[in-house]
T-cell receptor, first 114, second 113 residues
Framework: AQSVTQLGSHVSVSEGALVLLRCNYSSSVPPYLFWYVQYPNQGLQLLLKYTTGATLVKGINGFEAEFKKSETSFHLTKPSAHMSDAAEYFC????????????FGKGTRLSVIA | DAGITQSPRHKVTETGTPVTLRCHQTENHRYMYWYRQDPGHGLRLIHYSYGVKDTDKGEVSDGYSVSRSKTEDFLLTLESATSSQTSVYFCATKRPGGNTEAFFGQGTRLTVV
């Protein structure tokens, strides 16, 4: 069975600082991986996804993530945090068939301090 | 945007009453899901559907049932609401395939008093 672990339920950074949100997965074969963002009182929206090809994936709003098979990780980064980045971020994993539902991590709440 | 509409957006109900939440999509996505979101638990899967009349249980299905009589509609019913079912409920849709992302509705905030 697949699972996702997000280290840190809450991360706080200063405006302009590097954002690093951690995600590790457990899967018998390399899965497909997703990052979603949830702004207050809204649904989740896709930030980026890794399926095949380049292991460094660029998403919306300046975010990117790197798939590292050897470390079973898919950490999300952004070089410079903006106040508007304050939100909850979820990492999710899918098997390659797509015949089982996405499995989500518990989420990391990002706060950005002025 | 997959055109997912959840109704109602907010509901307060009494313990022991049945409640039905509706998810409607306009994108003809085959797969549909119901999740609940609670602090400290992230998103937990309640039930899902891979097509009309094809549903299955998720990890927290006790006390919930679903129906899908049309591609575009996926109903979640709380048979007899309890305070532990106070939560935010999200519907999601997806095309087949492991590399396709899920699209989410705006959520329904349900309070059971």
């Amino acid at each position: 069975a697949q699972s996702v672990t997000q280290l840190g339920s809450h991360v706080s950074v200063s405006e302009g600082a590097l954002v690093l949100l951690r995600c590790n997965y457990s899967s018998s074969v390399p899965p497909y991986l997703f990052w979603y963002v949830q702004y207050p009182n809204q649904g989740l929206q896709l930030l980026l996804k890794y399926t095949t090809g380049a292991t460094l994936v660029k998403g919306i709003n300046g975010f990117e993530a790197e798939f590292k098979k050897s470390e079973t990780s898919f950490h999300l980064t952004k070089p410079s945090a903006h106040m508007s980045d304050a939100a909850e971020y979820f990492c999710a994993v899918s098997d390659r068939s797509g015949n089982t539902p996405l499995v989500f991590g518990k989420g990391t709440r990002l706060s950005v301090i002025a | 945007d997959a055109g997912i509409t959840q109704s109602p957006r907010h509901k307060v109900t009494e313990t022991g009453t049945p409640v039905t939440l509706r998810c409607h999509q306009t994108e003809n996505h085959r797969y549909m899901y119901w999740y609940r979101q609670d602090p400290g638990h992230g998103l937990r899967l309640i039930h899902y559907s891979y097509g009309v009349k094809d549903t299955d249980k998720g990890e927290v299905s006790d006390g919930y049932s679903v129906s899908r009589s049309k591609t575009e509609d996926f109903l979640l019913t709380l048979e007899s609401a309890t305070s532990s079912q106070t939560s935010v409920y999200f519907c999601a849709t997806k095309r087949p395939g492991g590399n396709t992302e899920a699209f989410f509705g705006q959520g329904t905030r349900l309070t059971v008093v």
